[in-house]
């Protein structure tokens, strides 16, 4: 039973575009939605989060949007740049500290 | 150091054989949690500690998997009679406090390959 899905396993981008990264989950409990950024060899470094009763956060070139009636979120990066170059897992938690993770997606910025 | 360590990094075991794998968490960090990553799979939550208890261990795969934490400190998580299906990256990661969240800081993971 996955609870979040990532639907793309990669995607590619120019540098300087927009990434937009996606992710849909199933639990309506979820209190708050991350996202992690994760370089080989190395664990994931947390990136940025939303609660669930926001729509909404913005940190530098990331934004986090929340959409609960579509049960969707999704991580914007503007503009972005070669070292965004990395695997991005959305992850979500409900009360008890238990990360739920999705299966990653691999973004490959081009110069 | 400053970050989450994990030992070792690599791991070649032969079926059948158990294995140690250490963490050893930011130091002040209550809150300590063990993840596994199979090759082209997201994070699958094992088992999570507040302190040296474990209120969590729904994620922990069959009774060959088992984890001890000494106090506030290092964990363990040992798995017996390894199987080709406990191949994967072992991550563990610790935060401040349970409770309520808490940024959790993963370590760099061990490599465990079972033949």
């Known amino acids: 039973d996955q609870q979040v899905k990532q639907n793309s396993p990669s995607l590619s981008v120019q540098e300087g575009r927009i990434s937009i990264l996606n992710c849909d989950y199933t639990?309506?409990?979820?209190?708050?939605f991350l996202w992690y950024k994760k370089y080989p060899a190395e664990g994931p470094t947390f990136l940025i989060s939303?609660?669930?009763?926001?729509d909404k956060n913005e940190d530098g070139r990331f934004t986090v949007f929340l959409n609960k009636s579509a049960k969707h979120l999704s991580l914007h990066i503007v503009p972005s740049q070669p070292g965004d170059s990395a695997v991005y897992f959305c992850?979500?938690?409900?009360?008890?500290?238990?990360?739920?993770f999705g299966q990653g997606t691999r973004l490959t910025i081009n110069p | 150091g400053a970050g989450v360590s994990q030992s070792p990094s690599n791991k070649v075991t032969e079926k059948g054989k158990d294995v140690e794998l250490r963490c050893d968490p930011i130091?002040?960090?209550?809150?300590l949690y063990w993840y596994r990553q199979r090759l082209g799979q997201g994070l699958e939550f094992l088992i999570y500690?507040?302190?040296?208890?474990?209120?969590?261990k729904s994620g922990l795969p069959s009774d060959r998997f088992s984890a001890e934490r000494t106090g506030e400190s290092v964990s363990t998580l040992t798995i017996q009679r390894t199987q080709q299906e406990d191949s994967a990256v072992y991550l563990c990661?610790?935060?401040?406090?349970?409770?309520?969240?808490?940024?959790?800081?993963f370590g760099p993971g061990t490599r465990l390959t079972v033949l």
């Open positions: 500690f507040q302190g040296n208890s474990a209120p969590d």
């Open positions: 130091s002040g960090h209550t809150a």
């Open positions: 939303i609660s669930s009763i926001k």
């Open positions: 992850a979500a938690i409900q009360g008890a500290q238990k990360l739920v």
């Open positions: 990661a610790s935060s401040r406090a349970g409770g309520t969240y808490n940024e959790q800081f």
């Open positions: 639990n309506s409990m979820f209190d708050y």
